[in-house]
């Protein structure tokens, strides 16, 4: 199997992580973030973590 390291979902308003996934899910959960409407950006950094935006 192979280790790979979990990217996060950052609440970069209030600095938290709210959930890890699998680099290969990144879309997905992108879509997922969008969907709920609650961000004014969402966005994948260079890292691939997904970075969540009020204002």
């Known amino acids: ?3 790979q390291e979990l990217k996060m979902v ?3 308003d209030n600095n938290k992580c709210l959930e890890k996934f699998e680099e290969s ?3 997905e959960i ?3 973030y ?3 409407g609650k ?3 969402v ?3 260079v890292n691939n973590d ?3 935006w009020e204002e």
Request: proline share 0%; net charge negative; aromatic share 4%.
């Open 25 to 27: 899910k990144a879309e």
């Open 39 to 41: 961000w004014a950006d």
């Open 50 to 52: 997904l970075i969540l």
């Open 30 to 32: 992108k879509a997922k």
């Open 34 to 36: 969008e969907a709920m």
């Open 1 to 3: 199997m192979k280790n």
């Open 10 to 12: 950052i609440d970069a």
């Open 43 to 45: 966005g994948l950094d």
